[in-house]
Structure formats: structure tokens, C-alpha cells
């Protein structure tokens, strides 16, 4: 068995910012599952693909040109669609919340579900996103499912979007944060929530480290 970590939960946990510094520690693999998304929903949009048109997507899932690679920089991964670097696109409220709408389409989950699993190779694999533990990975070994209360998680998603140069204001931000919540758990394909084996973590007043800490301590490698 190649031993899998997921971790999972809403925008604005810090799920991207732990997985990679957990990912780093414990030399693994990463996911990041929601640039994955991101990058089908770019690559939707590119093609003018219209999300009523399941056929078209369901193909376009399937012949999917993405690639990931370490950007230790950043201490995040480079992302490639189509052979070309798209890290910075994938990072826009337009695309995210197209991501989100795609991610709500049964078909599409399903094809991308494959390609997910393809990164579970040795020594190990931390995986990113919000159906890890319930769904893509229903059998590892170590599950984390981040929470944080909404204003603080908006809070942190104004932040983002202000480092990256992008205006807004917090009460949209806590609208939109609110909306994505709905959406991601009413949806009737892999609904957000924390499979029963996993350890669930409230970061609204932890800091990075702390919640890395007791991540580490749950693995034990």
C-alpha cells in the first residue's frame, strides 16, 4: 500500500499551505485536486465549451494535456495545461468560481477521478481538495479535514486576492465564501464533508505551524 494523507475542507482552511509544507517534510507526492479543476475549467473556457454541453467536457476531461511540477520558490507546484504555464490563471476568482460550477457535474468528477488517483505513487502522496478522503482516496490510511469560521476564512481570502494585486471588499468576499459553501454542500456528487475517520482540525486561531504540527504528529513518519 502506498500510504496517502488527505486533507480536506472549505476555501480559506489553509489546505494548499499545509499540504505543501507537510508534502515537503515527508519528501511525498502532492495533489492539489482544485487545480486540477481549475485548470479543466480553464481549459473549458478556452474552447468556448458551454456547461450544458456534458458530452464535449466529459471528452474534454478525459484528453485533459496537464502536468504539474515543484516550484520551490513558491513553495507551491507550477501547473502546465497544454504545455504551457498556467500557475497565475488558475488563480482568479472567474476561474474558481467556474471550477466550482463544473465540480457540481457528476460526469466530470468521474473522469477527472482517474487522473487523481494516477498521483498516488511511492514513497507517498498528500492529496488536496474537498472529496479527497470521502471519495478519491477512500481508503488512506491518514485523513485531516480543516475547518475555520466563515469570516475568518474570508478574512484570509480578501488577503489572498489583495497580494495578487485584485481589489475587493470584505463583505463581498464573505458572500462569495458563503455561496461557494452552499454550492460545494448541496451538491449532489461528492458533497463537502468530513469523512468519519478523519481528524478534524479548526485553524481560526491556530497558526500555520501549529495545525502542520499536529498533521505531523497524525502521520508519525
Do not use: C
Request: net charge positive; proline share 3%; hydrophobic share 45%.
Amino acid at each position: 500500500m502506498i500510504p496517502v494523507l488527505t486533507i480536506d475542507g472549505p476555501s480559506g482552511v489553509g489546505k494548499g499551505t499545509v499540504a505543501n509544507i507537510v508534502a515537503a517534510r515527508l519528501k511525498w507526492n502532492l495533489l492539489d485536486s482544485g487545480a486540477i479543476y481549475r485548470a479543466f475549467a480553464l481549459a473549458a473556457s478556452k474552447r468556448n465549451i458551454q456547461i450544458d454541453n456534458i458530452e464535449k467536457l466529459v471528452e474534454l476531461a478525459s484528453n485533459l494535456e496537464l502536468n504539474f511540477a515543484p516550484d520551490s520558490a513558491n513553495n507551491t507546484l507550477a501547473v502546465y495545461l497544454d504545455s504551457q504555464e498556467v500557475s497565475s490563471d488558475l488563480r482568479t476568482e472567474e476561474t474558481a468560481e467556474l471550477a466550482s460550477k463544473f465540480a457540481m457535474i457528476g460526469a466530470i468528477r468521474e473522469s477527472l477521478l482517474i487522473r487523481q488517483q494516477d498521483f498516488r505513487k511511492l514513497p507517498g502522496l498528500v492529496a488536496d481538495g474537498r472529496d479527497m478522503g470521502t471519495v478519491v482516496f477512500k481508503d488512506a490510511p491518514y485523513k485531516v479535514f480543516l475547518t475555520a469560521n466563515v469570516e475568518e476564512r474570508a478574512k484570509r481570502r480578501l488577503k489572498q486576492l489583495r497580494q495578487r494585486g485584485i481589489t475587493g471588499n470584505i463583505l463581498q468576499t464573505l458572500e462569495d465564501v458563503k455561496k461557494r459553501d452552499e454550492r460545494d454542500a448541496r451538491r449532489k456528487h461528492s458533497p463537502l464533508m468530513p469523512s468519519k475517520d478523519a481528524l478534524i482540525i479548526d485553524t481560526s486561531d491556530l497558526t500555520v505551524s501549529e495545525v502542520v504540527t499536529k498533521v505531523m504528529v497524525l502521520v508519525k513518519v
